[in-house]
């Protein structure tokens, strides 16, 4: 049967914003990152409704499905939690041996990564920066600038998110900002 079809979802190339029903969003306010920030309780006398970043996500298979793709777009704003800017939770993917890339669309940002022997590593974010995320690396994502980091991202459908291990942990970097600049810190 030959057909022509209109795509369930579309992406607007310069905002990397996702439209379509099959779209889902979901919000991370200050609420949702305890024990993120190097500073908790500086976090916790925050606005605790304050959205700090956004994913939207095209998931068209069931997550856990075998060599499926997902893709999406996270916009993290601009802010600081002390000296330490906004950024997200920060993950290893459940299934080890599952990568990823990451693409800055907006902004200005750094890419955390540490290995299993908590080795990390930063690459700037900045549209048009290709990041590959090998497999067993965690990745976290930092706004340094002034207005909305946005980046893409596409990734394993059956990778799975282990966020407990960043929470416990942490990693082993982080970047706050002094003097105006940002700075890499370790732990
Ligand atoms: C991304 C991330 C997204 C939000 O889609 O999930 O940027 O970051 P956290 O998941 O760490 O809150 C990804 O890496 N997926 O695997
Ligand atoms: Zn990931």
Known sequence: MNKIIEPEVNVEIESGKLTGSKV???SKKL??????F???DT??????????YRVQAYMPVDEGTEAGLFFG???IYPGKVGDEYFMTKG???AQSDRAEYYWGIEGEGMLVLMDRERNAWVEKMYKGSLHYIHAGVA???????????????????????NYDEIIKNGFSARLVELDGEPILVSE
Not at 31 to 36: F, K
Not at 140 to 161: M, P, Q, Y
């Open 24 to 26: 889902i969003t979901v």
């Open 73 to 75: 777009t996270t916009i």
């Open 43 to 52: 976090r916790r006398e925050m606005n605790q409704d304050q959205v700090i």
């Open 38 to 40: 190097r500073n908790e």
């Open 139 to 161: 990745h976290r994502t930092v706004n340094i600038g002034e207005e909305k980091l946005i980046f893409g991202a596409c990734w394993s459908s059956d990778a799975g998110h």
């Open 91 to 93: 993950h290893f993917h």
């Open 31 to 36: 609420s949702d990152l305890a024990n993120i």
